[in-house]
């Protein structure tokens, strides 16, 4: 609702419009005022003058009939004179139709010549001619035929004739009447007309305009320049020309600041590109205040911009780093020159470090004498440093051991062997001896003795991975509990065991003896860590292992979950130089330290029993702090079955070909069978088997074959005698075989499986099983 | 003897005056002749006259003459005197052999001399005569200019009557001019209605004109009309400003029309009505009266009086009817005078039968605020009459 007072003070039109109107009435009313009076008197006047006139016409009508008289000297004819005068009167009987308001009287002796039927009593008569005489030629007011009038009259002597001329009241004021009437409706008609044409004028010539300009003013306010409409010269054209002009300066003036702005917008992109999405971190420093600092900067600090601006800047600064940085800026600061390239560390508001290399210059900023930080993030440059390093260290370590355990093996599968002949020799021994023979203790020696050996190779051939495992899905958690129950009376008591199962599953594939005994070496070597007692903490937990962290880990694992054991003791903790060295075989500081003994072949097994269970190990140590070991199994979904077997001797019948190349291992494996009850063929390598084999093929129910033979190998013995016969049950015995070429056989329908140096009772469990199957 | 003197340096007066026109004609030239006052109480209307003669001459033999004939004017000095007219009139037509003839001023000049102009059969056109006694002679060749004398005091009669003044007082010299100026206003004052109150006719103005201004004043006449010659006119005057005497209203003849009428009588002069055949006015409407105004003045160096004009209104009407005869024979000029209604330029010439003047109508003028202004008639009026003007302290 716009009020009166608002729409005055807003509207210019009312502001002009409402004084004009106030002014022309007032104006009205003073003309109405002013002007009528001596308008009426002008007009009265006008009449008078018309009376005059007229009065001055009767004696001019008469003069010239009187002249004419003269001039034609007809003065003297009596009859001429009649005819002038009748002529005069009716020329001046005409006059009314000049101003019919006018009326006249042509007197003569009492009687009007105009109008024979009006005849004047001598009082009327007298009257009229006392007034004429009183008039002294001016108008006089006086009553005619009972009416008041405007009487003016003269006397003409020649005829002796009273000539009148006279109006009523009525007309005389007629006249003035209508006169007021037109002023007051003239003036307001006027006035309204004036008004009316000043509205259109002002609407159209102002108002309009002004509009347009209002219009293009707020064009211009929203950024749109257009121009106005421009008609006509007046001020209100200049000023739209004006305007326009203006608004074409204005266009181009944005035009210029819009080219300068987007050049400045440029300039600031570019430089905030430059130093926002710069790779670089960019900070300015002044009295170690941060005065800038770049958004990348800012975030990798985890900080915001205001927050560094407000902080000491140093306290992002790695507390090793932090002096020398300080040093850097203050020598910059005083104008000395520095190191080009700088590498320190900046701490994350999470604790996270980020190596850099930063450079500092001294630079104005904001008048002020600063120093420009400009870092390099090199924080993966170095982790991958660090991981190349340590991977290069991995493999260096891994080939080490490869080759160690290549050489461990050959040895230990030598060794082995021969102790297979010495512990099968002793053991034929014994069935050959009395029972009650004294010989039987050396016998029982021997066997002993080979036993410890045989255990010995056992851990080289674990290390070296030539040692077949026997692959069964086992509980992970039931062995290292199983295996802390056999630790926990042997170690000291003031080592406290922990057991953290966190590892949902715990089911892999693998072989529980040496499971077993990775455990127990670990343990052990823990506690030897802490003499003065610890803790011992085992820990599990589910890891899915990605692509690129199995072919950087250096034990080809394959991607896939895993179980991850972390054995941590707080015990002195292994030196570094030492660390390098942990899984050799034969390396070992007890001896040098502490006194105690030590094969050196513990974690040198632990190494291998990891690696055919295709899983990783990783040490970590620091002095004082304790060490740990972290292993990574692969999961499966198999089974769990029962771990171990029994030590019943089975007994069968059947025959079964024996290949092997050694000659104890043959007559070692003959004994035993044939003892069992079995018939016995011998071949010594591969070809020959094959031979007896195509020979005596429906007599031989079983084969037993080894696996490492010259002439013909286990493997390829295996592959021929399957194409000779698909179903001939074939079982390999080997101390030392690869995994690639088990499975392959495994797949390819091999039966089973002994591991060398093999006792009566696996033997005959085995042999008896796939017998009956 | 001395007359015979007289008479011939006259002659060689105006022979040597005007000898140089005769150098460039190469045939004789036209010998008008006429007669001037010199002296007597026409002096100063006579001369007025004999200049408009002049300027006539001039322009005519200017244009290359008459008929191919340049003018040569023969003037006589009458010395206001009829005999003397009538002698020199006679000589000029007989012995002198002029072939024209002009006329002198004033009606008994102009009867003297018309004796001897119709004996001799010659047209004379009478430019200062408004008795009407000459006319009535039946003669043939004698024709007039001015309005009749009995026409002199209608205008005045009139406006004092619408006035409404209805008294008059009329005094005139005992001649023939005046007497008949004086009937004549009785008569008119008695159809106006205006009633004569005192009627005095004078023969010697000197001797009587001092008693007539007493009884006027003594009756307190307002409204008086007084016609006579020049010198009697100013002595009326004179005993009227003696009296300190001052009518509303007073009409006399000739010298209110004269230019230094003003200068003679004064501030008296303010409000005197004057009766003139002509008045040199540019505001006169009629055709050449303003050339002849301007014309006369360059000549003279004088404003011409209406005796000037009518003289040189003679001279037009003669010219014309000359040209139009294309004949000096004076039967065939009476005879296109006697028929000629004309715009002169002191108005319009028309005669009757008898040769008197019935197409001019003098005209009534009033001295206002040192000027002459026409009052009358309504069509040639310059100012409305006044009435009652007082006598002022330089009177």
């Known amino acids: 609702m716009i009020s009166a007072s608002s729409l005055f003070r807003d509207r210019l039109f009312y502001k002009i419009i409402l004084p004009v109107i106030v002014v022309g009435l007032i104006v009205s009313f003073i003309s109405i005022k002013f002007l009528i009076p001596p308008l009426v008197a002008s007009l009265q006047n006008q009449t008078d003058n018309a009376l005059y006139h007229t009065s001055d016409l009767l004696v001019s009508i008469c003069e010239e009939r009187f002249d004419d008289l003269i001039e034609l000297r007809l003065d003297n004819d009596k009859q001429m004179q009649d005819a002038y005068l009748q002529e005069a009167i009716h020329q001046i009987a005409s006059l009314e139709q000049i101003h019919p308001k006018i009326k006249t009287l042509v007197l003569k002796n009492g009687e009007n010549l ?49 000539l009148v001329s006279f109006i009523t009241e009525k007309d005389y004021n007629e006249p003035a009447l209508h006169a007021r009437n037109i002023v007051v409706f003239g003036s307001f008609g006027v006035f309204s007309a004036v008004v009316i044409t000043l509205l259109l004028a002002f ?48 266009q181009d003036d944005k035009e210029q600041i819009n080219t300068i702005l987007e050049k400045l917008s440029d300039s600031e992109e570019q430089y905030r590109i430059l130093t926002e999405n710069t790779l670089a971190y960019v900070a300015v420093l002044a009295n170690e205040k941060c005065l800038f600092i770049n958004k990348r900067m800012a975030g990798a600090l985890g900080r915001t911009a205001d927050w560094i601006k407000q902080n000491d800047f140093f306290s992002l600064i790695h507390t090793e780093d932090r002096q020398s940085l300080r040093r850097i800026i203050a020598e910059l600061s005083e104008g000395k020159s520095v190191e080009k390239n700088v590498e320190c560390r900046f701490v994350k508001n999470n604790h996270d470090v980020i190596w850099v290399e930063l450079q500092a210059n001294r630079v104005m900023y904001k008048n002020a ?108 958690h039931n062995i290292i509990k199983e295996t802390l129950v056999l630790v926990q009376n042997t170690i000291d008591k003031r080592v406290s065991l922990i057991k953290d199962f966190q590892a949902k599953k715990s089911t892999i594939s693998g072989d529980p003896s040496q499971l077993q005994n990775m455990f127990l070496n670990l343990y052990i070597n823990g506690a030897q860590a802490m003499p003065e007692g610890g803790d011992l903490s085992i820990t599990t937990c589910l890891v899915n292992l990605d692509d690129s962290y199995c072919k950087e880990s250096g034990f080809g694992l394959q991607p896939g979950d895993y179980i991850e054991i972390i054995i941590h003791d707080t015990g002195e903790g292994i030196a570094q130089e030492h660390l390098t060295r942990i899984f050799d075989p034969f390396f070992t500081t007890k001896t040098q330290e502490k006194g105690a003994k030590g094969t050196g072949l513990g974690l040198a097994s632990v190494y291998g029993t990891v690696q055919q269970h295709n899983g990783a190990i990783f040490v970590s140590s620091q002095i004082g702090a304790g060490t740990t070991f972290c292993i990574q199994l692969p999961l499966t979904n198999e089974v769990v079955s029962d771990p171990l077997g029994s030590q019943e001797i089975v007994k069968g019948t059947g025959c079964i070909l024996i290949v092997d190349d050694e000659e104890i291992m043959r007559s070692t494996a003959q004994e035993i069978l044939a003892n069992l009850g079995y018939e016995i063929l011998i071949a010594e390598n591969g070809e020959q088997a094959l031979e007896i084999y195509e020979r005596e093929k429906d007599k031989i129910d079983l084969i037993l074959l080894d696996m490492i033979m010259p002439v013909m190998n286990g493997r390829d013995c295996f592959f021929e005698l399957r194409k000779l016969d698909p179903s001939i049950k074939i079982v390999l015995t080997s101390g030392f075989t690869r995994d690639d070429d088990l499975n392959d056989m495994r797949e390819s329908g091999l039966n089973g499986f002994i591991r060398k140096p093999y006792g009566r009772a696996v033997m005959s469990q085995v042999i008896n099983e796939i017998m009956a199957e | 003897m001395g007359n015979l003197k007289v008479f011939s340096l006259t002659i060689f007066f105006f022979v040597v005056l005007f000898g140089h026109s005769m150098a460039f004609s ?14 007597g109480e026409y002096v100063e209307t006579s001369a007025m006259i004999q200049l408009g003669y002049k300027m006539w001459a001039e322009e005519v033999n200017s244009r290359g003459g008459l008929l191919g004939r340049n003018i040569k004017l023969v003037f006589y000095d009458d010395k206001s005197k009829p005999e003397l007219a009538r002698e020199f009139y006679r000589k000029l037509i007989e012995e002198d052999g002029v072939e024209l003839v002009l006329s002198p001023y004033g009606t008994p ?63 005139n010299e005992d001649s023939v001019f005046n007497n008949a100026i004086g009937n004549a206003a009785a008569r008119w004052a008695e159809r106006f209605g205006v009633k004569v109150v005192y009627h005095k006719r004078f023969k010697e103005g000197t001797v009587e004109l001092p008693q007539i201004a007493q009884e006027l004043k ?112 004076h039967d065939k000029i009476r005879d296109y005078v006697s028929g000629l209604d004309a715009m002169t330029v002191i108005g319009r010439f028309k005669v009757d039968q008898t040769g008197r003047q019935i197409g001019h109508n003098p005209i009534l003028i009033q001295w206002q605020n040192g000027r002459k202004e026409i009052v009358y008639p309504r069509k040639m009026k310059t100012k409305d009459p006044i009435f009652g003007v007082t006598i002022s302290n330089d009177q």
């Not at chain 1, 009183?134 to 108008?139: F, M, P, T, Y």
């Not at chain 1, 405007?150 to 004739?161: K, S």
């Not at chain 1, 211009?220 to 200049?238: C, L, M, P, W, Y």
């Not at chain 2, 006119?233 to 230019?259: A, C, D, Q, W």
Request: proline share 4%; aromatic share 10%.
């Open chain 1, 114 to 162: 105009l109008n024979s039927s009006t005849s004047f009593s001598e009082i009327n008569r007298n009257t009229i001619i006392d007034a004429i005489h009183s008039s002294k030629g001016s108008i006089v007011e006086t009553t005619l035929f009972g009416e008041k009038v405007r009487c003016l009259g003269q006397y003409y002597p020649f005829w002796n004739l009273h």
């Open chain 1, 203 to 250: 609407v159209w010539r102002i108002n309009i305009p002004l509009r347009r300009i209002i219009a293009a003013t707020s064009d211009v306010a929203a950024g749109k320049f257009v121009q106005t409409k421009i008609s006509g010269r007046d001020e209100i054209a200049q000023v739209g020309k004006a305007f326009n002009q203006m608004v074409q300066s204005l």
């Open chain 1, 369 to 476: 004498q600063s120093v420009l930080i400009h870092a390099m993030d090199i924080t993966e440059r170095k982790s991958e440093q660090e991981r190349r390093e340590k991977l290069e260290l991995q493999l260096e370590q891994a080939k080490r051991l490869e080759a160690i355990g290549t050489l461990a093996g050959g040895v230990a599968h030598d060794f082995n062997n021969m102790l297979g002949g010495i512990m099968g020799a002793a053991e034929m021994l014994a069935l050959h001896l009395p029972e009650n023979s004294d010989t039987l203790k050396y016998q029982k020696l021997i066997v002993k003795s080979a036993g410890r050996a045989a255990a010995l190779t056992e851990q080289l051939l674990t290390f070296s991975r030539s040692n077949p495992k026997t692959s069964t899905a086992i509980d992970l």
């Open chain 2, 26 to 39: 190469t045939e004789s030239p036209i010998l008008v002749g006429a007669t001037v006052s010199l002296d």
């Open chain 2, 109 to 171: 000049l102009t009867m003297a001399a018309s004796e001897i102009t119709e004996k001799h059969q010659k047209v004379m056109i009478a430019c200062a005569s408004a008795a009407p006694k000459p006319w009535e002679r039946g003669y043939r060749y004698l024709f007039g200019i001015y309005a009749l004398a009995d026409r002199y005091f209608i205008s005045f009669l009139d406006v004092i009557a619408r006035k409404g003044f209805n008294e008059v007082a009329i005094v």
């Open chain 2, 218 to 329: 003594a009756k307190s006449l307002d409204e008086i009309i007084f016609s006579a010659y020049p010198p009697d006119s100013y002595s009326f005057i004179n005993e009227l400003k003696k009296l300190e005497y001052k009518p509303r209203s007073l009409g006399m003849t000739i010298v209110p029309t004269y230019p230094q009428f003003y200068e003679k009588v004064g501030s008296y002069a303010e409000g005197i009505f004057g009766i003139s055949q002509w008045e040199s006015d540019e505001r006169i409407p009629f055709p050449g009266t303003r050339q002849f105004i301007a014309n006369f003045q360059k000549f003279t160096g004088q404003v011409p009086s209406y005796h000037a004009g009518s003289a040189y209104a003679e001279c037009q009407i003669l010219e014309e009817a000359i040209r139009k005869a294309n004949t000096i024979d």
